[in-house]
């Protein structure tokens, strides 16, 4: 794989994510990656179990009638991109939900974290079940 800077990796996660392309985001995660969430009683460990997590969770949001999609903004450091829920139902409502930080080491995500912004949020998504 070719050298791609912080930048460039973040702006491929957010791809993934926007476009439900997780396929892409497997070749910029190591194998032991690390995902932390509040929304989690336990970290995610391993890169298939992550995306096999991250699969069935962005699913669940869609039959939900809810999609996420991820914005690299200037307000967040330079190592994170904001994520926001956009409901399909309601005049496509949008709720900021947070930040997803990214770690990166070399030229490989080695790990990532959620941050919510919005603390009663937080029910809201743990009902959103794979």
Excluded: C, P
Aim: no cysteine; net charge positive; hydrophobic share 40%.
């Amino acid at each position: 794989m070719e050298e791609k800077s912080n930048r460039e990796l973040l702006i491929e996660y957010v791809k993934a994510i926007n476009y439900l392309y997780i396929s892409s985001l497997e070749e910029l995660l190591v194998d032991d990656f690390h995902y932390v969430s509040q929304l989690l009683e336990n970290s995610i460990e391993g890169k298939k179990e992550y995306l096999n997590f991250l699969i069935s969770k962005l699913r669940a949001f869609k039959h939900s009638g809810w999609s996420i999609i991820g914005r690299i903004s200037t307000s967040y450091s330079k190592d994170a991109f904001e994520l926001y829920m956009i409901s399909e139902k309601n005049n496509r409502e949008v709720k900021r939900l947070g930040a997803l930080r990214v770690f990166i080491e070399g030229n490989k995500i080695v790990k990532s974290k959620l941050i919510l912004v919005n603390k009663k949020d937080i029910d809201l998504l743990k009902n959103i079940t794979i």
